[in-house]
């Protein structure tokens, strides 16, 4: 097949939705489909170009197997509700022109990943010319977490948004996103059950799966066995709440055995940094290369993850699969009705939002219980190479992709 996948955010982008772009395209075309990719010059989290890309030119490369066209963008310094959908149509408007020139290639699908919605205008145009199947993956209901967050406050804009958010949806053939109750959300936005398909977010749970014996990172950030290393990786941001973190380690300074790693970038860092300022059992370092994946998440003896109620139905955290397959428990606050909620029950402790003092006490009790620490972090394993093995998942997709694109 001739695959197009048009998106913001692509490899080498190490979290979120461009590791999962990445790895789709990628494997698509290692199992012998034609694909091509139009997106952004890498720069999530750190909204800061990748320093071998340029976010003011157009770049054309080949990334394993996969022919990708870099559009312009513009990255705002300290992002907000107006610079972020200057931000977004920056992108949307660089990246029209590309889109359509591939008239000339004439995919047999175009695949349209968001955030951003902005570029779904570009999508479906440029997939009318071609005579092209449409498929839209949503990773994230943008509007509807801005607006919960308070990125974005106008209510009549909310009202104008919706609506177009829902006609937009509608015109494309095939509508899948990551979390049954994204599903449902989009039932609610009025959007035909038969043209849904819930495609989760992966991992290979080769690369990533639960280490024995020393690790090289925990010994290079100055750990002993002895310590129970309790760990945030990722963005940085508004969703996360992560000043509950900053809170759990000033309650727990004394404890000596217990300290805390926040890997990641994010416009939220430099407050996180201020907010530590004279704590002894924190650290940041930065996002890890690829290859230090795997020695990252066993670096840990708990996970944690933070997110805002607001969002805990509408996104759903692209680390969680990385958590479970590492085999390590997981502290995760959400309400226990939330799809985070539901993932996390069994596999991991859920402490209701604003409970920073439950919060505490579950580091703390599994800081003590090494054996639930390791039954938890079983069932997670088992979850993973069970229900989130990446093979399996896009082998599934891609079966479903042959069977979409001959019925044109």
Not at 80 to 99: A, K
Not at 147 to 171: C, D, H, P, Q, T
Not at 234 to 249: P, V, W
Not at 303 to 316: G, T
């Amino acid at each position: 097949m001739k695959i197009l996948i048009y998106g913001l955010n692509y490899h080498p982008e190490l979290t979120g939705i461009g590791k999962y772009t990445g790895e789709m395209a990628e494997w698509l075309a290692n199992e012998g489909h034609n694909v091509r990719v139009v997106t952004a010059p890498p720069y999530y989290p750190k909204w800061k170009t990748d320093k071998n890309y340029s976010s003011f030119r157009y770049r054309i490369e080949k990334l394993n197997g996969v022919i990708v066209y870099r559009c312009p963008l513009y990255i705002p310094r300290k992002p907000n509700g107006l610079t972020r959908i200057l931000h977004l149509l920056s992108f949307s408007l660089s990246s029209l022109f590309i889109v359509i020139y591939q008239y000339t290639w004439r995919p047999q699908v175009v695949i349209n990943v968001i955030p951003s919605i902005f570029s779904s205008f570009a999508a479906l145009l440029s997939a009318t010319l071609y005579n092209a199947k449409t498929w839209l993956h949503i990773q994230d209901f943008e509007l509807d977490a801005a607006f919960n967050l308070g990125i974005l406050r106008s209510r009549r804009f909310k009202e104008i948004a919706g609506y177009v958010e829902s006609l937009i949806f509608k015109k494309f053939d095939r509508v899948s996103t990551i979390s049954p109750s994204m599903l449902r959300k989009l039932y609610q936005k009025g959007i035909d059950e038969s043209a849904t398909l819930l495609l989760p977010n992966w991992v290979d749970t080769n690369q990533i799966f639960p280490l024995t014996g020393r690790n090289s990172l925990r010994d290079a950030l100055g750990f002993s066995q002895k310590h129970i290393v309790v760990l945030y990786s990722g963005n940085m941001g508004k969703k996360q709440n992560l000043e509950i973190i900053i809170d759990a380690a000033r309650e727990t300074e004394r404890k000596k055995h217990i300290r805390y790693v926040l890997c990641g970038e994010g416009p939220a860092k430099s407050k996180l940094i201020s907010l530590s300022s004279g704590l002894t059992n924190i650290c940041f370092i930065p996002l890890q290369p690829q290859q230090k994946l795997n020695l990252l998440l066993n670096l840990a003896n708990i996970h944690l993850l933070p997110q805002k109620p607001e969002a805990a139905d509408l996104v759903m955290p692209s680390k969680l699969t990385g958590i479970f397959s590492s085999g390590k428990p997981v502290i995760a606050i959400a309400d226990p009705s939330t799809e985070i909620g539901r993932v996390v029950n069994g596999r991991g402790i859920i402490v209701k939002p604003g409970d920073i003092e439950g919060f505490v006490n579950a580091i703390v009790e599994l800081a003590c219980q090494p054996n639930e620490r390791e039954k938890i972090g079983r069932a997670g394993r088992s979850y993973a190479v069970d229900l989130l093995n990446k093979n399996y998942i896009l082998t599934q997709f891609e079966t479903t992709l042959f069977d979409f694109v001959s019925a044109l």
